[in-house]
């Protein structure tokens, strides 16, 4: 797939502005600052809802503004689909597909596919176990659409939980254990279907994880993935049921606990991603040229799945001022894969940074404007 | 920005739920400039709502008497109730006449980042209700939202033990949603593929 136009309404730094893409590589070229960065994480939110750089809404939408718009046309075989969102911080995305809108703004996940390559993959690596949780999160949304219901389920179902568990601080009543017994029954219900997907990604990832590392280092060792868990599930064939009904009993055998500290400390909101190379946990001992081939990996591994499960072509690939952070190894690698793939779009400050393979339509991003060098 | 009581009014009708600044200006301007009787009759009817609309008795609907047209209407089914959460949703599910028992409204749902726990909920009423025997099934019709689920969940632990069926609603109901907005067929579905949570008389 790719995608053929862009715009952007009240998008970070940029009132307005339009753009026509081409297949193949296509090249923005402006300093820090410029706002072609924007652009690209306008892409990525129409694909995943989510924004590489920020966790919030707030900070797309360009100042004293109340709402951002974006939309793309998505060149899909012999389709074309315009899709359209409305951001407004606060409250849910409104979304329209070719022009009518979606009662769930959400049904609109799975028709762009995308990933990105940033600086801030890095972080992937060397972050909080958090930033492991959201790729793993917004890589099951893009792969399976209907799992950001059920991320959004977990999420709510957590917060009135720990509500919950802080109010009823120094007064356990009966009132207060009944109310916690219900949510325990959602929590484990919303909880066991987030940590299924993961489990079930992290199993789909591990090969081509330790393959795509193998391949952008030349570290013989392999780099392994496992989803580590606060939860003890029994062998046996995974479920959700399984799960469900493994996390009631922890619920149960830590509510003391949590009565005590006033928070959830069951669920795949404290599990973790582990990256181990050599036995070691990546983070914290690899080096910085290691941590990036990780990184990669992660990335090219999503690509991967992304690219087989597609009905629509092979998945966009955005490379954001990446390459400047890359060595000579690294930048080869990502450039073989860009090489073949339907659709590339890559930012740099200048454009020294490019590989010179990488030649396309070539943008110039000036202070929120952007023109086409013809 | 308008000033004086064109202004007042605005703010007002703005602080209104689903009404919003600048729709708040379109209703002031329009009941300016309609004709007298307009602004006339809403101004009597606002005065007396509070005092001449109440909540039925029994089921806690929104009624002029003291008991609800549906609670005084020997022809519905006593041995059904249909749990909800909001007056509207009383209304919601009389707009798809697929049940003919009668209701209760609990006032919301649990909600603990709202403070809203089984206490503040008519809960304690509804039991009441169940005492006399006459009440074979209770249908949980409460939103199809994570709030609304655990409020099922709560009434089902609570009930069965009663010797009534509890039931809840289909959600053919999208997950998420608000019952008010589901139209009449979706609602019928809903009621007609109901599932048995708790069964009465096992406890
Ligand atoms: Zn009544």
């Known amino acids: 797939m790719y995608v053929s136009g862009l715009s952007l309404l009240r998008f970070r730094s940029y009132d307005y502005v339009n753009i026509k893409l081409v297949p193949g590589i296509n090249v923005f070229i402006g300093t820090n600052g410029q706002g072609k960065t924007n652009l690209v994480e306008a892409l990525n939110y129409c694909a995943s809802f989510s924004s590489h750089r920020v966790s919030s809404d707030q900070p797309l939408v360009k100042q004293d503004e109340i709402n951002a718009a974006v939309q793309v046309v998505v060149e899909q075989e012999s389709r074309t689909i315009t899709l359209d969102v409305e951001i407004t911080p606060g409250k849910a995305n409104k979304a329209k597909q070719n022009g009518s809108p979606l009662p769930k703004a959400r049904e609109l996940l799975g028709i762009l596919l995308s990933v990105t390559f940033a600086p801030e993959d890095l972080m992937l690596v060397k972050g909080d176990p958090s930033e492991r949780r959201k790729f793993m999160d917004d890589s099951i949304t893009q792969l399976i659409p209907s799992y950001a219901g059920v991320r959004a389920d977990f999420e709510k179902c957590l917060k009135q939980r720990n509500a919950l568990l802080k109010s009823a601080y120094g007064k356990t009543n009966a009132d207060v254990m009944h109310t916690l017994d219900v949510w325990d029954v959602q929590l484990a219900k919303t909880g066991a279907a987030v940590m299924y997907h993961r489990l079930k990604l992290v199993e789909n990832m591990q090969g081509l994880v330790s393959d795509a590392y193998k391949n952008v280092s030349d570290d013989q060792h392999p780099l392994e993935i496992s989803y580590v868990s606060n939860l003890e599930i029994p062998e046996g064939e995974l479920s959700i049921a399984l799960i469900e009904s493994t996390m009631l009993q922890a619920l149960a055998a830590k509510r003391n606990s949590e009565l005590d500290r006033g928070v959830t400390l069951v669920g795949p909101h404290r599990d973790e991603l582990q990256l181990m190379l050599r036995n070691l946990p990546v983070r914290g001992y690899a080096s910085h040229g290691e941590s990036w081939s990780c990184a990669l990996a992660l990335k090219l591994s999503l690509y991967e799945l992304l690219k087989r499960s597609s009905r629509g072509g092979d998945p966009v690939l955005i490379l954001d001022d990446v390459f400047a952070e890359l060595d000579e190894i690294r930048r080869r690698k990502l450039v073989d894969l860009v090489k073949n793939n339907e659709q590339t779009i890559v930012t740099a400050a200048v454009a020294q940074d490019v590989p010179v393979e990488l030649e396309g339509a070539l943008f110039n991003v000036v202070d929120g404007t952007v023109t086409k060098v013809e | ?203």
């Open chain 2, 1 to 203: 920005m308008y000033e004086g009581i064109l202004q007042d009014l605005i703010d007002e009708l703005g602080k209104l739920p689903g009404v919003g600044p600048k729709m708040a200006q379109r209703i002031a301007v329009h009941i300016l400039q309609s004709d007298p009787e307009t602004p006339k009759k809403l101004a009597e009817l606002l005065l007396i709502l509070q005092d001449r609309v109440n909540f039925c008795e029994m089921c806690g609907t929104v009624s002029e008497e003291a008991q609800c047209r549906i609670c005084r209407d020997p022809r519905r089914d006593v041995s059904q109730i249909c749990v909800v959460e909001e007056s509207k949703d009383v209304i919601a599910i009389e707009r798809s006449r697929e049940f003919n028992g009668r209701y209760h409204v609990l006032g919301g749902s649990i909600n603990p980042s709202q403070d809203i726990g089984p206490g503040q909920l008519r809960i304690k009423e509804l039991i009441t209700r169940l005492q006399d025997g006459a009440v074979q099934e209770v249908i949980i019709a409460t939103d199809p939202d994570m709030e609304g689920e655990a409020t099922s969940t709560y009434l089902a632990r609570h009930l069965g033990p009663l010797g009534v069926t509890v039931s809840r609603i289909a959600t053919g109901l999208q997950m998420g949603g608000d019952l008010e907005y589901a139209d009449e067929v979706t609602i019928g579905r809903a009621l007609s593929g109901r599932r048995i949570i708790s069964q009465g008389g096992i406890s």
